[in-house]
C-alpha cells in the first residue's frame, strides 16, 4: 500500500504568504521604479589668496585697450601638483612651494592652511605670454603678440623658440595668437589662429617629444568668418584627442580625433549667440568637462556626459578683470583662478564618482 501524505509545502510559497510578502513587493516595485545613476561629487578648496601687485605673493594687472582690468592671464600645475600662474602683468612665472595643503570648502581652520610661499621665475625677452602648459622639463608659453612658442627650460638656456605659424597658400598675415595650450607633460595640444581681412584658419597641433605634428584645420573666407565655423578648443582625451567646433549659429559640436577619423559625440544648443563654450577636458570615467559664459553673466562650468547630459555645474566670477579664464585640468582635479576685488583666489576642484538612486521617468 502506498500512503499519501500531505506536505507542508516549499520554501517559495512561504515566501509568498504571510510576513515575507510586504518586504518582498515593496522590493519588486523599487526595482521596477527606481535605477540607480552615476553623478559626480565635488570638492572645493581654496589654496591661496594673491592680492593685486608687484611684489612676492602678489599678481598683476593692467588695463587693456577696451579699457578693462585684467589679470594672470594662466595657470597650470606642476608635476608635484602645486599651480604655477602666469603672471604676464609682471613678466614672470609664479611657482607654489610645495607641502601646504589648501582649505576645504565648510572647514573651520580659516586661512591657515592657505598656500603662502611663491618662487618668481622671471620670462625671457619682451613678448606678452597668453597661454601656459607643463613640459617633462619645463615650460611651454605662447605669445600672444607674436603668436610664437617658447619652451622654457631650467638652466642657462633662457628658451627656446618653436617654429610654428606659417602664411596659409602665401597669403599676407594680419593677425597670429595661439589661443590654447591643453595636455601635458608628454602631449600638449595647440590651437592656433591665423588670418587677415577676408581670411581665417585654425591649425590644431600636437606637441609630443619636442615635434609638432599637426592634427586638425579649419578656415574661413570673407566677413562672415564666425566662431560657427572653426575650431574652437580641444583637449587630450586619451589616446584620442576632443575637439570643440562650430556647429550651427547657436550649437557647439564636440568630436572625437582618432585612427578613424572623426566621431561626433553630442551637440551642445547656446543659450545666446553671444555665449562662449570651451572645452576644458575630459573627466575619465565621468564625462567632459565645459565653460560656458556669456557676457554679463557669471560663468558656468558644467559636466556632461558621453551623450551630451548634464550631470553637474557650478557658476564661477568670471569677466573683468580677465580676458581669457585661467582654468587647468590635470586628472580628476580643476585649478582655477577666480577673481575677487582685492586679487585673486586659487582654488581646485576634486571630481569624484559617485552612484544614486532615481526615479525612471
Not at 578613424?260 to 549667440?273: C, H, M
Not at 564661477?316 to 582685492?342: C, D, F, N, Q
Request: with cysteine; hydrophobic share 45%.
Amino acid at each position: 500500500m502506498i500512503r499519501l501524505s500531505r506536505g507542508r509545502g516549499c520554501a517559495g510559497n512561504r515566501l509568498l504568504s504571510g510576513p515575507w510578502l510586504i518586504p518582498l513587493l515593496l522590493i519588486a516595485a523599487a526595482l521596477l521604479l527606481v535605477r540607480p545613476v552615476r553623478t559626480v561629487g565635488v570638492e572645493r578648496r581654496e589654496l591661496a589668496r594673491l592680492p593685486w601687485g608687484s611684489g612676492p605673493g602678489q599678481v598683476g594687472r593692467y588695463r587693456s585697450l577696451d579699457g578693462l582690468w585684467r589679470g594672470p592671464t594662466a595657470v597650470a600645475t606642476a608635476p608635484d601638483g602645486t599651480p604655477v600662474i602666469l603672471d604676464a602683468a609682471n613678466h614672470r612665472l609664479l611657482l607654489g612651494r610645495r607641502g601646504d595643503r589648501g582649505q576645504g570648502q565648510g572647514g573651520g581652520r580659516g586661512d591657515r592652511g592657505l598656500l603662502r610661499e611663491w618662487r618668481a621665475l622671471a620670462l625671457p625677452g619682451a613678448g606678452w605670454y597668453t597661454a601656459l602648459a607643463p613640459l617633462p622639463e619645463g615650460w611651454l608659453l605662447a605669445d600672444g603678440r607674436s603668436g610664437a612658442l617658447l619652451a622654457l627650460r631650467p638652466g642657462p638656456d633662457t628658451g627656446t623658440p618653436l617654429p610654428l605659424l606659417a602664411a596659409p597658400g602665401g597669403r599676407e598675415l594680419r593677425w597670429r595668437r595661439i589661443l590654447l595650450l591643453r595636455g601635458g607633460p608628454q602631449a600638449v595640444t595647440v590651437l592656433a589662429s591665423e588670418g587677415g581681412l577676408h581670411f581665417v584658419r585654425r591649425r590644431l597641433w600636437v606637441l609630443e617629444q619636442g615635434a609638432l605634428r599637426q592634427v586638425g584645420e579649419s578656415g574661413v573666407r570673407g566677413p562672415e568668418a564666425a566662431a560657427s565655423a572653426l575650431l574652437l578648443s580641444a583637449a587630450p582625451a586619451g589616446r584620442a584627442l576632443a575637439v570643440l567646433r562650430g556647429g550651427a549659429p547657436l550649437s557647439r559640436e564636440l568630436l572625437l580625433l582618432g585612427g578613424k577619423g572623426g566621431e561626433r559625440l553630442f551637440t551642445l544648443d547656446l543659450r545666446s549667440p553671444a555665449e562662449a563654450v570651451d572645452l576644458l577636458g575630459e573627466l575619465p570615467g565621468l564625462g567632459w568637462l565645459l565653460w560656458r559664459q556669456a557676457p554679463g553673466r557669471p560663468a558656468a562650468v558644467e559636466l556632461r556626459d558621453p551623450r551630451g547630459h548634464l550631470l553637474w555645474s557650478a557658476r564661477v566670477a568670471a569677466g573683468p578683470p580677465y580676458l581669457l579664464h585661467p582654468a587647468w585640468l590635470s586628472g580628476e582635479s580643476l585649478t582655477l583662478l577666480v577673481p575677487r576685488g582685492e586679487g585673486v583666489t586659487v582654488e581646485r576642484w576634486r571630481f569624484t564618482r559617485r552612484w544614486a538612486l532615481t526615479w525612471r521617468w
